[in-house]
């Protein structure tokens, strides 16, 4: 008798490699959008809770700093907002809009990132400046009795409470 060897290159039947190409492809999709998502502001999907406090430096400028946030978020997703006295919206604006700037340089409302994460920490602040020369707050003296607003992007709820500037 007389042994024979059949040469068979056909490891996989075509229908078997097709489902673990697709299978594959949907693991490398999702393995990606993970990855991307978390270059996007993260995927912080709930309003963070905090609290802030305020200061008058007696030159009429003053200084709203976060004491509290939980949990931290991106520049990019917080709206802020200055109120009057009768709580209608004076200024307005996203953190990132603001964010580098210093007096002097055409914003009324500057915010300092302390340590430079690009994340809304404990520690950083807003200062409101009045009077700032070519911005919303030209031809406002002083923001006693006005109050600040940070909200939530994605969700529009209200970060903390609205804090007043009062002496």
């Avoid at 009768?86 to 007096?103: A, E, F, H, R």
């Amino acid at each position: 008798m007389k042994r024979r060897i059949v040469n068979d290159e056909q490891a996989v039947s075509p229908v078997i490699a097709v489902i673990l190409m697709v299978a594959i492809t949907v693991v490398l999709a999702a393995v990606l959008y993970v990855w991307a998502s978390s270059f996007l502001g993260g995927t912080t999907k709930n309003a963070p809770t905090g609290s802030m406090i305020a200061s008058e430096d007696g030159s009429g400028v003053w200084t709203i700093q976060i004491v509290k946030l939980n949990p931290q978020v991106s520049v990019n997703s917080v709206h802020w907002y200055l109120l009057d006295v009768q709580g209608n919206t004076k200024t307005d604006g996203l953190v990132s809009d603001v964010y580098g700037y210093y007096s002097g340089q055409g914003k009324a409302v500057v915010f300092i990132d302390n340590d430079f994460n690009g994340k809304l920490s404990p520690g950083d602040k807003f200062e409101v400046h009045p009077g700032e020369a070519d911005s919303d707050l030209a031809s406002v003296s002083d923001v006693t009795d006005y109050s600040f607003r940070m909200k939530f992007a994605p969700t529009g709820d209200v970060i903390g409470y609205d804090i007043g500037l009062q002496s």
